[in-house]
């Protein structure tokens, strides 16, 4: 029932900009904890971009630092990314921390992924 649809990837140029958006929907959250943004580049392992708490706290790796921008808005969790560059280059999943009851532990939840080409 949980769903979380990423959208906004595709062909960029190197230096151009593309905001990615995920969408959560399909049930009800008693609280999330994280909302991230990991990414896979071709033939390597997932790895996080960017993460923001329930609180607005935010983190990013290293390699997004001053490019890339995480927020939140109610359902929707963004990522903007500036300056991109051709290792930028991967399937970017949203992914959110979160309980769906008042007793049970949090689960993870992810979405399907978009892919994101930086290219000239």
């Known amino acids: 029932q949980v769903q979380l649809v990423e959208s906004g990837g595709g062909l960029v140029q190197p230096g151009g900009s593309l905001r990615l958006s995920c969408t959560i929907s399909?049930?009800?959250?008693?609280?999330?904890?994280?909302f991230d943004w990991y990414r896979q580049p071709p033939g390597k392992q997932r790895e996080l971009v960017a993460g923001i708490t329930g609180g607005g706290s935010t983190n990013y790796a290293d390699s997004v630092k001053g490019r890339f921008i995480i927020s939140r808005q109610n359902a929707k969790v963004y990522l903007q990314m500036n300056n991109l560059k051709p290792e930028d280059t991967a399937v970017y999943y949203c992914?959110?921390?979160?309980?769906?009851?008042?007793?049970?532990?949090?689960?993870?939840?992810w979405g399907q992924g978009t892919q994101v080409t930086v290219s000239s």
């Open positions: 399909g049930s009800v959250f008693i609280d999330i904890y994280a």
């Open positions: 992914h959110i921390l979160a309980k769906t009851t008042d007793y049970g532990p949090p689960g993870d939840y």
